[in-house]
């Protein structure tokens, strides 16, 4: 099923273009008008450069008037090649799409209400019609009906006309061209941008997104190193002081061989204090017993590091670059990635 862009608004037109595959843009003078356009035939022209297939207004009361009206604007620089003339179904449109389709161009005989219509259409060689599925479900009728016999006389007949679905008021609509059998559809851009939309999609992007982050990022991503080193002759006042500039909520604390003689955590400072100790902040971090903390390799992923917060059951993780200490990982930084 052809594609089609229903505007005239450059920036929409630019955009579906982009995309590489939209078939074309169906314009109507109802969007000149809307847009303020005073230069029409500029703005024809201008629309015709920047898509595949235009198709533009050819107006007249006889079928003469549209001939000339379509001479015109081939006129312009249109390339017959690229354009196709919409022309409401009538007598007289009828009459001027044979001449026209009969001369090599094409014609989208539109405004089509009726299945007799669409008949008359095909009879005169239109290249497309439209039914217009919005408007007639405004007036309360089974437009998709409609389209579906339209679809099937084509069919069972052989016509070579396409059947275009037009008047396209929402998403559904799209779906409802498509099950019929319809084999254009022209949509405003509106409804174009939601056709790949949908929730549990956006939620599996989401997923997809989280699990390459978990593969990719590595401990040397998220390792902080300033601020986070102490020597063991350090008082906890020093940490203290160290935790609050540095906003962790630990310190790597070292010996003299710059070895990790333990890590001190807020945790540690709080059951200090309620141990009941005398002058604690005072006290010197060789006055306190070593531990050794949860480490991981400067190159663990990101998965490696959350399996070992939940695994250990810890707010602070060592990170080592060849056994040797060189920062701390929060589980807060890694909360922000996940």
């Known amino acids: ?19 590489g595959f939209v078939s074309g843009l169906t314009t109507t003078p109802t969007f000149m008008q809307r847009e303020g356009v005073t230069d029409v035939d500029s703005v024809i022209l201008k629309l015709s450069k920047m898509t595949k297939i235009l198709m533009v207004e050819s107006l007249g009361l006889t079928a003469d008037e549209i001939i000339r009206e379509a001479d015109r604007l081939l006129s312009l620089g249109l390339d017959i090649n690229t354009t196709v003339f919409k ?75 396409k059947v275009m679905f037009s008047s396209v008021r929402s998403v559904e609509h799209v779906r ?5 059998g319809a084999h254009a559809c022209t949509v405003p851009w509106n409804i174009l941008k939601q056709l790949p939309e949908n929730h549990f999609t956006e939620l599996g992007i989401k997923q997809f997104v989280e699990h390459t982050a978990m593969s ?20 906890v006042l020093d940490s203290i002081i160290l935790m609050t500039e540095s906003k962790m909520g630990a310190c790597i604390i070292l010996n003299d061989k710059k070895e990790i003689h333990r890590i001190f955590t807020d945790g540690d400072l ?29 190159n663990s992923s990101l998965q490696e590091i959350t399996n070992v917060f939940k695994a250990k059951d810890v707010d602070n993780i060592v990170v ?18 996940i």
């Open 1 to 19: 099923m052809e594609l089609f862009l229903d505007s005239i608004k450059i920036d929409e037109v630019q955009r579906a273009h982009e995309l």
């Open 87 to 161: 022309i409401p179904i009538s007598f007289e449109g009828a009459k001027a799409c044979k001449v026209l389709t009969d001369k090599g161009l094409k014609v989208n005989l539109h405004l089509v209400y009726t299945i007799q219509q669409a008949y008359f259409a095909y009879c005169a060689g239109a290249t497309y019609i439209c039914p217009l599925v919005g408007r007639l479900q405004d007036q309360g009728q089974d437009a998709l009906s409609l389209v579906e016999q339209c679809v099937k006389a084509v069919e069972r007949y052989n016509y070579k006309t």
């Open 176 to 180: 409802n061209a498509l099950n019929i």
């Open 216 to 235: 990719n990022t590595k401990a040397y991503d998220l390792v902080k190193t300033d601020m986070i080193f102490l020597n063991s002759s350090s008082t």
């Open 270 to 298: 709080r059951r200090l204090l309620k141990s009941g100790q005398n002058n604690i902040v005072n006290k010197k971090f060789t006055e306190l017993e070593p531990n050794s903390p949860i480490s991981v390799n400067i």
């Open 320 to 337: 080592t670059d060849d056994e040797k200490p060189i920062g701390l990982i929060d589980i807060q930084d890694v909360l922000k990635w």
